[in-house]
């Protein structure tokens, strides 16, 4: 899915890696046909992508960005606390992940735009990447939770 660059840095072979506001990094390399980034040597060029959108296939396999930190949890809800805002598609904000937390019960997690339709039994989870429209439903009693992660800084 498309995320937001933040800026540039190279590893220790010299390859470019764009970081972007979901938290992930990954490589760019200009080797056309296939990988067609010619911008990338040129600094001007690459500063002028900053803010620019790009496909980040970690996002879309709902992968938690590394260095991810905890900062919030809500309540433990289950089937008849669960806030109605929960219920249906909603979104978190940039740079924030959700990671789905199913204590007792089952819980059926459904994120439209990743084709995820799943079960959550009690001990499972599954990870809600920033911004992508989300929602959950009680599958009979249920004890659930929802920890927030922040992506890791720049200099992580
Ligand atoms: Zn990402």
Redesign the pocket.
């Known amino acids: 899915m498309p995320?937001q660059i933040l800026g540039f840095e190279r590893d220790a072979a010299g390859e470019w890696i764009v970081r972007?506001d979901?938290?992930?990094r990954r490589h760019v390399r200009h080797r056309p046909p296939l990988s067609d980034y010619p911008w990338l040597a040129d600094a001007a060029a690459r500063e002028a992508r900053v803010g620019a959108a790009i496909e980040?296939g970690?996002?879309g396999r709902g992968e938690l960005p590394a260095g991810a930190a905890e900062y919030r949890t809500t309540a433990t809800f289950d089937e008849a606390t669960l806030p109605a805002g929960l219920r249906r598609d909603h979104t978190i904000r940039a740079g924030s992940w959700g990671r789905v937390e199913v204590l007792e019960g089952r819980l059926r997690f459904v994120m439209p735009p990743l084709a995820v339709d799943r079960e959550l039994a009690a001990g499972e989870h599954a990870i809600i990447?920033p911004e992508v429209p989300h929602h959950v439903e009680p599958l009979g009693a249920v004890r659930m939770r929802v920890v927030f992660l922040r992506a890791p800084g720049p200099d992580a």
Request: hydrophobic share 10%.
């Open positions: 995320r972007l979901c938290g992930h980040c970690r996002c990447p």
